[in-house]
């Protein structure tokens, strides 16, 4: 190669650079640009990003930064963007979603190194977009816990969230979390979207049920991206509320029936139980 073939290198820094989340074609001309003009990539795992740099005919240093990374890495890479051009990248999609990230753009940003962020393929949004559910406002909420009374404990706080939930999943855990959504989140719509951009990219709405008995039938591979509906919109009046909390109060505990009616209207939890106590002294 010529000098004159070389691409120009880039103003030292961080470059945050978002990848195919499965199709290498959804590479942008801006990431395969700044790649490679780079002078090294870190990145979660060398051997995935050193089969996209290949594929897209680019050698560079490949530098280990992933959920394992501590300080003694996280300075290397700092140390390194002072007098270089650095681009981080996560195995599939943007960066920093779900990932260690944003704890070395926030110490790149405290010491004075530019930070530059590229727009690209992000499986939380492409998701969004295929669900037909409320795009308006979402919540992202990363991974939902593994263990049962914590993905209960997730889904109960926020039960009362007027927006669209997005999650990450597992394919083993998905008839898990169904489950507890359908408990926890009762009539909300959900979607199931996996193999985003692959040949079987599936985008599957209805209820957890029905999605849990479909899932059963047909177990899921690849990775997912679980997304719950608000919960409805009805105006709850006062007597109605009153209503549902005398029900609940028969069969639960204070606390429980207002969490219970929480889920069932989106009205605030501790409104309810205030309203409960006062129910449970006439």
């Known amino acids: 190669m010529n000098d004159t073939d070389r691409p120009e290198p880039l103003s030292n820094g961080l470059y945050i650079v978002a990848t195919p989340i499965g199709n290498l074609g959804d590479i942008t001309l801006r990431a395969k640009e700044t790649l490679a003009r780079c002078d090294a990539v870190a990145c979660e795992d060398t051997r995935v990003t050193g089969k996209l740099l290949r594929h897209l005919g680019i050698s560079k240093p490949l530098w280990r930064y992933d959920d394992h990374a501590g300080e003694r890495d996280r300075q290397r890479l700092l140390d390194a963007m002072r007098t270089q051009a650095i681009a981080l990248v996560s195995d599939a999609g943007t960066p920093l979603i779900s990932d260690p990230g944003y704890r070395l753009v926030s110490e790149a940003r405290e010491a004075g190194i530019p930070v530059t962020s590229l727009p690209g393929p992000s499986a939380p949004i492409m998701a969004l977009t295929l669900s037909g559910l409320p795009s308006d406002r979402f919540l992202f909420a990363g991974f939902l816990p593994n263990k ?26 998905l008839g898990k979390a169904l489950e507890a959504i ?73 606390s429980q029936a207002a969490a219970h009616v929480a889920r069932l209207t989106g009205l605030d939890r501790r409104m309810l139980y205030a309203r409960a106590m006062e129910l449970r002294g006439e």
Not at 148 to 172: G, I
Not at 203 to 226: D, K, M, N, W, Y
């Open 182 to 254: 359908g408990e926890v989140l009762p009539g909300r719509e959900v979607a199931v979207a996996r193999e985003l951009t692959k040949l079987y990219e599936e985008c599957r709405t209805g209820s957890p049920t029905q999605l849990a008995l479909h899932f059963e039938a047909h177990p899921p591979r690849g990775e997912i991206v679980l997304l719950v509906g608000p919960p409805a919109t009805d105006v709850v009046n006062e007597a109605d509320a009153d209503a549902l909390l005398r029900e609940a109060l028969e069969t639960l505990k204070t």
């Open 148 to 173: 049962d009374k914590a993905r209960r404990d997730v889904l109960e706080e926020l039960a009362s969230v007027r927006s669209t939930l997005v999650f990450f999943e597992t394919a083993p855990r």
